[in-house]
């Protein structure tokens, strides 16, 4: 039987531990004895976790499966830097004063490449935005299938670790270290991209360019209105904040449309466009609809300036 979190051994109100499963009885013994003690205790409880892993728990919970908020997490979170808004703060920000638990798995074998790094520092990046919170959020991670860098980044972004032999602090916790060893110099774009320098006063016909560039790949009349609020969103973001122009570089790759703007800008903030804009403050919007309305978005940003790489289906 694995071990799980009670509340007798909380040190800190918010918890986040790492559960590590290698199967699917494993995979239920940790999940089910996290959520059946939320629901015990009247907290609202919610699941976020791929498809597969989604049903296993839907089928074992049975008729209490209407007591819990169940969401699949390859839809929800399909791009790592919505999780956080979109996800876990969507719906802890509903149930206001009290204590809320979220069983979240977003990192699973199929992941990409290009994703992973995002969610990585989403992983480390939950401990600064829900510190001090009324907030338990388990995270699992399959050690049969997952390489063995992202089980060990897990025990780096994890203060908690749970597996098969019981419940342990992690000696390897540096969340920070995390954001920083995956803030990378993202690839130049293709030969084959379309490239367009932007200023001030060319915003709207460089918009315009891209939106027909989109059309003419076939984008969906659907795609196309995400499409065409993320390049104003972020060529306008680098006009503002990003020294006053930029360079915005489209392709195609794998059925989506990638953008890539390249400024002057220095984002330091690692939580920006992850939180929600508070109510009734101006600004703060434009990276956290982007995060929303994209498919995946990746950051490089430093002295030097910044490249924000963006996906989205093209259907």
């Known amino acids: 039987m694995l071990a799980t979190v009670t509340a007798d051994d909380r040190t800190e109100p918010f918890e986040h531990p790492a559960l590590f499963y290698r199967d699917a009885d494993e995979y239920l013994a940790g999940t089910l004895a996290f959520i059946y003690e ?44 919505r999780i956080i808004p979109g996800v876990l703060r969507a719906f802890t920000d509903t149930h206001p004063g ?15 490449e290009t994703e992973y790094p995002a969610c990585a520092q989403h992983e480390a990046l939950i401990n600064a935005a829900f510190a001090g ?30 597996d098969h032999s019981g419940r342990n602090h992690s000696g390897a916790y540096d969340p920070d270290s995390i954001v920083a060893s995956y803030n990378r110099p993202l690839p130049a774009p293709p030969a084959d991209a379309m490239v367009l320098e932007f200023e001030a006063n060319t915003l709207t016909r460089v918009r ?4 027909a560039y989109a059309r003419d790949i076939g984008m969906s009349e659907y795609r196309l209105v995400d499409a065409e609020l993320i390049i104003a969103e972020t060529i306008t973001n680098s006009v ?14 794998d059925g989506q449309l990638c953008f890539q ?16 804009a508070p109510p009734r403050v101006p600004g703060g919007r434009g990276l956290l609809l982007v995060n929303q309305l994209a498919e995946l978005v990746r950051i490089h940003t430093g002295q030097q300036g910044t490249v924000l790489h963006i996906r989205q289906a093209l259907i």
Do not use: F, Q
Not at 208 to 211: G, I, K, L, V
């Open 38 to 81: 939320g629901l015990v205790r009247d907290e609202p409880v919610a699941v976020s976790v791929p498809t597969a892993n989604l049903e296993l728990i839907r089928a074992a919970l049975g008729a209490s499966a209407d007591a819990v908020r169940l969401m699949d997490m390859t839809v929800e979170g399909r791009n790592p830097g």
């Open 98 to 112: 009290k204590r809320v638990r979220i069983v979240g798995e977003p990192i699973w074998a199929d992941r990409s």
């Open 133 to 162: 919170r009324e907030v338990s959020i388990l995270c699992p991670y399959n050690t049969t299938e997952l390489p063995a860098h992202m089980v060990a980044d897990a025990h780096a972004t994890h203060p908690i670790l749970i």
């Open 208 to 211: 315009h360019t891209a939106m």
């Open 240 to 253: 503002v904040h990003g020294g006053g122009r930029g360079t915005l570089s489209l392709w195609t790759r």
């Open 261 to 276: 703007v390249d400024d002057a800008g220095h984002i330091t903030n690692p939580l920006a466009g992850r939180l929600p």
